[in-house]
């Protein structure tokens, strides 16, 4: 449906990347690199600009400048609506389920933007729960139900770039265990992953590469190799 | 035949013109409430836009013979482009301040909309026949039915059940609800969400121009029809609750009926009845009848 998805080897490129809010300036010189299939994680303590990252590059936040290269491709002057277009999926911190919309209008809301996104029967077959509440209104489901709809949300489009922030926040074990099953699954999809996380258990053993960011810039990067290692000293950075 | 001591055909015709009334309320605070839910502006100029739909049919008619079945639909659209351009020029820029604003501007804008034609036209009434199609009337055996008052009735709730239609059933009303909610998320899912606001207030206002054209052969085309009705629709819009669509549509018709059953048995509390009613909506559910608090 669009030149995004010739394949580009480099799905993700930031270079630079400063945001501002009104006059407060957020991020320093943001620069990282995702690849195709590659899942990577946003660490830091509250504050640090980890969820300004994900905004940033969708283009929700006052200002912007520097690049964003999303399959090859120059985005940074795009208008927020346009993104999608990228093959952008952004799942949000608070879900942003819409509460006057079907648990169904929810998921058929977002236009599809590419071929190659999961059918309504594949989805259901992955969040089985959302099939049984298809008919109830978005914001009457449980936080696990909803943090699924707003992953399905983003799948049915045919995105290939998942921004993910937060996803486990304030969920049940039981829930988390199955965010990450499907983490896992979209992995093995070839979906390229950029998750804030807070919940470092969960996406240790899901992320290739781990971003650790402090008032706003990058402080340093960890191969999922180099994890062990790095513990003690991830541990006295993040505070968990 | 009497009813409560009145007689059947004064009771009729009393609620017939609140039903009338009720009709023009429904669609203008309908168009309100669309406009307030997505641009989050108090459209004060929605009395003057009716006042322009009326008036270009009037124009339509006298200056260029395009009759009454062409000018509901060419009205609407005119003053609708219009509504864009001022959206795409004006509206836009304050989206991101207080109400008031938007209020003060549609506002000045109304003054500058009734000055002009003021200008043009003086303040005496122009007239605007019946169409053919539709003169006369029905006798209905308990009171007598002029057939374009009943068009009226007819022609705002197709506008008004259509238009809630749309926003709850169709795609594009998905759209349109979920823009009210949370328009930054709406955009990051990938709808041109600016272009909605624009298609949005086009719309509401061409709601008024529709209304404009209807109220043409019962009211004197004047430049101050709009003035004068646009305070109590606001009342409606209060009662029925901001932002709410079925509120909108049936506070207006309710409030009518409520104001021609006053005329009938408090004719001195008619025009203020639905200013009462706001009072105590206000005081007893400020949210309104139909409004999320």
Known sequence: ?240 | MEIFGVPSALLGSQLLVGLINGSFYAILSLGLAIIFGLLNIINFAHGAQYMMGAFVAWIALTKFGINYWVALLVAPIVVGALGVLLERTMLRKLYKLDHLYGLLLTFGLALIFEGVFRDQYGISGQSYPVPELLEGGVNLGFMYLPIYRGWIVIAALAVCFGTWFMIEKTKLGAYLRAGTENPQMVQALGINVPLLITFTYGYGVALAAFAGVLAAPVYQVNPLMGSNLIIVVFAVVVIGGMGSIMGAILTGLGLGLIEGLTRVFYPEGSAVVVFIIMVIVLLVRPAGLFGKA
């Open chain 1, 1 to 240: 449906m669009t030149s995004a998805f010739q394949p580009h080897p480099e799905m993700l490129r930031i270079l630079d990347l400063h945001s501002f809010y009104g006059e407060s300036h957020i991020l320093h010189g943001i620069d990282l690199k995702v690849a195709r299939g590659e899942c990577i994680t946003l660490l830091g303590r509250n504050g640090s600009g980890r969820s300004t990252t994900l905004k940033s590059i969708l283009g929700l936040v006052g200002r912007r400048s520097g690049s964003i290269m999303v399959n090859g491709k120059e985005v940074i002057d795009e208008p927020t609506h346009r993104m999608a277009r990228y093959g952008i999926g952004y799942v949000p911190e608070e879900r942003a389920i819409f509460a006057s919309l079907s648990t169904e209008e929810n998921l058929m809301l977002p236009p599809q933007v590419a071929t190659g996104g999961m059918s309504l029967d594949e989805i259901y077959g992955m969040f089985p729960n959302l099939l049984e509440r298809r008919n109830s209104p978005g914001t009457k489901l449980s936080g696990g139900e909803q943090q699924m709809l707003a992953m399905a949300r983003v799948l049915r489009t045919g995105a290939k770039l998942l921004l993910l922030d937060e996803i486990t926040e304030g969920l049940a074990p039981v829930i988390v265990k199955k965010l990450g099953e499907v983490i896992t699954e979209l992995k093995k999809r070839d979906f390229t992953i950029v998750m804030v996380e807070q919940n470092f258990r969960f996406a240790a053993p899901l992320a290739d590469r781990h971003y650790v960011l402090e008032h706003g810039e990058i402080i340093a990067t960890i191969p999922a190799a180099e994890l062990p290692q790095k513990m003690d000293w991830l541990h006295q950075t993040l505070g968990v």
